[in-house]
């Protein structure tokens, strides 16, 4: 069964830091795009970052030089540092992979195609 799973997540202040990390498992998770997607309450969704299965990586234009994604092939880890919160960075957000290099372009989180976490909750409050 393909699946991955989320840890990590909560609620900070403004300014603070957060980890999320997701472990796959069920599918070739070296050959496969991933990163993570977000959604908040009234928005779209949106992808956050990704790293693509030859290495490019992604960041939304608001989170560059806050966050930083991260793989671990051999874990079949995906982890994303979150440094300098903002209250707009509060969301439900989402591990994504995908080993068709397709990438979800849809309204909601979660997509209709690809891997997704079950996503967890990111509460910034100032």
């Known amino acids: 069964v393909q699946q991955l799973k989320e840890s990590g997540g909560g609620s900070v202040q403004n300014g603070g830091s957060l980890r999320l990390s997701c472990t796959a498992s069920g599918f070739s998770f070296d050959a496969s795009d991933v990163g993570w997607y977000r959604q908040a309450t009234g928005n779209e969704c949106e992808l956050v970052s990704s790293?693509?299965?030859?290495?490019?990586?992604y960041y939304e234009d608001s989170v560059k030089g806050r966050f930083t994604i991260s793989q671990d092939n051999a874990k079949k880890t995906v982890s994303l540092e979150m440094n300098g919160l903002k209250s707009e960075d509060s969301a439900v957000y989402y591990c994504?992979?995908?080993?068709?290099?397709?990438?979800?372009?849809?309204?909601?989180?979660?997509?209709?195609?690809?891997?997704w976490g079950q996503g967890t909750q990111v509460t910034v409050s100032s």
């Open positions: 994504w992979a995908d080993d068709a290099s397709r990438q979800w372009f849809g309204t909601s989180c979660p997509g209709d195609f690809g891997y």
């Open positions: 790293i693509t299965s030859e290495g490019h990586i």
